[in-house]
């Protein structure tokens, strides 16, 4: 309980010299623009493959574990609707990154203290963790609304993709299905909860990475808590702003 409460407190310290006011702005805007390209741009093509095959597996499993004479034709498309807006392509899909993007950061800042690059910014009179870890934060929380954009639009091409070539149903009535009850209040709950998940990712591997102490094997676990820390605190803030955006 001390050492959670000790590292609390750590990381709220770490986040308090993280958004000072950046020492330059030009160089700040230039790690900026690096870090959006390695941490969001990279990211799109595993989003949009993972996304696509998901929502593909969700039409076809959805379309032999509930037909039914008694259920409408366009329910297949109605619950894949819903499944990709309100949990895949906000919650999973960060889920996913915070291991891709969460294991990067925590391993890049890890290496850089090891090899005392930190230190040297630090000797220099630099703001180490305003100049390293804001750019960070910033380019997940400006890019994760798109990641989640294009995840929710490749689900949907995915489980057009069923019907057109696995001819499960027709694609009359998953279109159908897809705009029937549409709540636009869904849609950006999806994108509200990813900007807090995007936040949650960035600086807690940014922390794990910053602070750890040894060599490579230390870098190694230190990228491993990153990724289960992010994970766990993803799905327990899921539950509490579900909660709030739809209670």
Known sequence: MIKALR????????????????????????QYLKEIEQLGVNSIGIVLLISFFI????????????????????????????????????????????????????????????????????????NSANYLILPKVAAMVTTIPILVTFSIFAGIIGAFATCWFGGIMTATDLEYGLQYMFVEWFVWCGIIKSLFFAFIIASVASYFGYTVEGGSIEVGKASTDAVVSSSVLILFSDLILTKLLMG
Do not use: H
């Open 7 to 30: 590292t609390v407190g750590a990381y709220m310290i770490l986040m308090g010299r993280t958004f000072a006011r950046p020492e330059r702005i030009r160089m700040f805007f230039r």
């Open 55 to 126: 929502g593909a597996v969700i039409t076809i499993q959805i379309k032999l574990n509930i037909e039914s004479p008694w259920m409408p034709r366009w329910t297949v498309g109605y619950v894949t609707r819903e499944i990709m807006l309100l949990e895949f392509s906000s919650s999973i899909m960060c889920l996913i990154l915070a291991g891709k993007v969460g294991s990067n950061i925590a391993s890049e800042l890890g290496t850089m203290r090891v090899t005392q690059q930190i230190d040297a910014l630090e000797i220099m009179g630099v």
